[in-house]
């Protein structure tokens, strides 16, 4: 099997059964995905608040998932040195880092895709009225949406594997605080005559693209020494 | 001929720091080869060396003729690797750790299942292999650490303070292992310790380090001979020694008399080859002889020694 493959089975095992993290995450998706499609819902109607409420949560909830996941495979191996013994195999670098980007991305993406369920359930069973999502806000979910993730996870792990345990500190803060931010603010940025059309999907997957391959440009400057002078 | 490990002026320095200073040794395929020294005498770094994970700051280095930094995955392909503080992940078995390491460092597919249970039995872990390894014990996971080094059967095996922080009784077993695989399998082990004992009692040569710098190499008894360039002889009798075989052994040379009680001596040698002689000499001359044992050094004694500079 493909060396990067062998990494992605491991951290997806890994992963889910890491009970705490998981629990962390599905309270996570309920309290935001539920609350929030309640308070859309509760004050709009119809279908265009939905499809604007999926569009801007559903990406955000993934990265955070995608951060939650990838202090597991990236930060907590450093932390406990296990990260050098994977520097000590037949393994590039690369495959290590890609192996844990995929491995980290699919068990994220899949609760991502839960709490996109859970936001359409909620609200239909809350409206007298069939809601279904728009066709490109369908695409959305199923391209755009796990590359978001993968290249958040990427880039975490990128900067984890780098920088040394106060700095990775430092980074943790900032980021819980931009996803505090992304998650109140999400809507409110695109403003409410906001719709979703194929131009928009078309545009966030680029953007979604262009950020997965500069993560992916940035991974030349990981290099084995580097990671191993900053393990505590 | 290609040894299996060697080094040529290895320097390795963090800013200001040398942590590594112009070390050059070569080490033989089947050798069990130790690294000696105090904390941050540069064992660690020499590991992370000559597995690549590190570039040398100046000389050259390679392991079985191959350069670890242009040839890494290579390099790596050929030797196991226990780090300082092995860690495992801790939510998975001990048959799934080992699968992973087994399959990520090429082992086919179909020998995978036998070759990992393999070293289970051969680690003592078999009834463990489903367990979590976040539930093992010290020593088991020390022992499972091994197992994962071992299990893509490498040529050379680097060990980095196996026995550190185990109790008495999980570190003799983890040593007993060790030095069943250099022994049985014919593996070249270099071993990073400040465990004295556990050097002596598994490593054919030794060099000893601090602060980045060789300051000896060689086996012991080389070691031993160069610091203590003659050698002390008890020799226990039966009955007190005729006072005329005394003067003789005195007009021997090479031979001198460290203190004789009636029937006790110590005696110097210059070396060794001359024991047999000073017996014969005895036995000769009407001396009963219970005992005869030359001093053997320990290694902590060479080490202190040598620590202390009185190396020449």
């Known amino acids: ?232 | 001929m290609t040894h299996a490990i060697e080094t040529d002026h290895l320097t390795r320095t963090f800013g200001a720091i040398t942590a590594v200073a112009n070390l050059s040794l070569s080490v033989e395929e089947g050798e069990v080869f130790g690294i000696l020294g105090p904390n941050g005498a540069g064992k660690t770094t020499v590991v992370r060396l000559m597995n690549g994970i590190l570039s040398p700051s100046q000389g050259k280095l390679w392991v079985y003729g191959k350069d670890p930094v242009s040839d890494g995955p290579e390099v790596r392909s050929m030797t196991g690797v226990l780090t300082e503080s092995p860690s495992h992940y801790e939510r998975l078995t001990a048959r799934q750790n080992l699968t992973f390491y087994a399959t990520m460092s090429g082992v086919a597919e179909e020998k995978l299942p036998n070759r990992v249970w393999e070293m289970l039995q051969l680690f003592g872990l078999e009834k463990r292999a489903d367990d979590l390894v976040g539930g093992f014990s010290k020593g088991m996971k020390q022992r499972l650490a091994l197992a994962r080094a071992l299990v893509h059967e490498p040529k050379v095996l680097f060990l980095d303070e196996p026995t550190a922080g185990l109790d008495p009784g999980a570190a003799k077993q983890v040593d007993d292992l060790i030095a069943e695989l250099s022994r049985q399998e014919g593996r070249t082990v270099f071993l990073c310790t400040h465990n004295l004992h556990e050097a002596q009692l598994l490593c054919d040569r030794v060099a000893m380090l601090n602060q980045g710098r060789l300051l000896a190499m060689g086996t012991i008894q080389e070691l031993t001979s160069r610091i203590w360039q003659v050698m002390s002889v008890d020799v226990d009798l039966l009955t007190p020694l005729p006072s005329d075989v005394l003067e003789h052994l005195k007009g021997l040379e090479g031979i001198a008399i460290e203190s004789a009680a009636p029937l006790h001596l110590i005696l110097r040698v210059r070396q060794r080859d001359l024991i047999p002689m000073v017996v014969q000499e005895i036995v000769h001359g009407g001396g009963e002889i219970v005992r005869v044992s030359p001093r053997e050094y320990s290694l902590e004694e060479v080490y202190f020694a040598i620590q202390k500079g009185d190396f020449t």
């Not at chain 1, 990494?7 to 993290?21: D, P, T």
């Not at chain 1, 119809?46 to 951060?67: E, K, N, S």
């Not at chain 1, 391959?213 to 580097?226: G, N, P, Q, V």
Request: aromatic share 10%; proline share 3%; net charge positive.
């Open chain 1, 1 to 232: 099997m493909n060396g990067m493959l062998i990494v992605a089975q491991k951290e997806i095992r890994q992963i889910l059964k890491s009970r705490n993290v998981l629990a962390s995450a599905i309270i996570f998706v309920i309290v935001f995905g539920g609350f929030s499609s309640l308070s859309t819902l509760t004050s709009e109607g119809g279908g265009g608040p939905l499809d604007q409420l999926v569009f801007t949560l559903v990406p955000v909830l993934g990265i955070f998932m995608g951060y939650l996941f990838s202090s597991q495979a990236f930060l907590r191996e450093k932390q406990g040195g296990i990260v050098e013994t994977l520097l000590c195999s037949p393994l590039s670098l690369r495959e290590i880092w890609m192996g844990k980007v995929i491995g980290v991305t699919v068990p994220a993406y899949g609760l991502t895709l839960l709490a996109a369920a859970l936001i359409l359930g909620l609200a239909n069973s809350l409206s007298q009225m069939t809601l279904l999502p728009s066709l490109p806000l369908i695409a959305h979910l199923f391209t755009t949406v796990p590359l978001f993730i993968a290249a958040t996870v990427g880039l975490l792990g990128f900067a984890q594997l780098l920088l040394g345990l106060r700095e990775n500190q430092i980074l943790n803060f900032a980021i819980i605080f931009a996803l505090i931010f992304l998650l109140t603010m999400s809507q409110a940025l695109f403003g409410s005559g906001f719709t979703i059309s194929w131009v928009v999907v078309g545009s966030s997957l680029a953007i979604a693209i262009l950020l997965l391959i500069a993560t992916s440009w940035l991974t030349r400057f990981l290099d084995k020494e580097r990671i191993v002078i900053t393990i505590p």
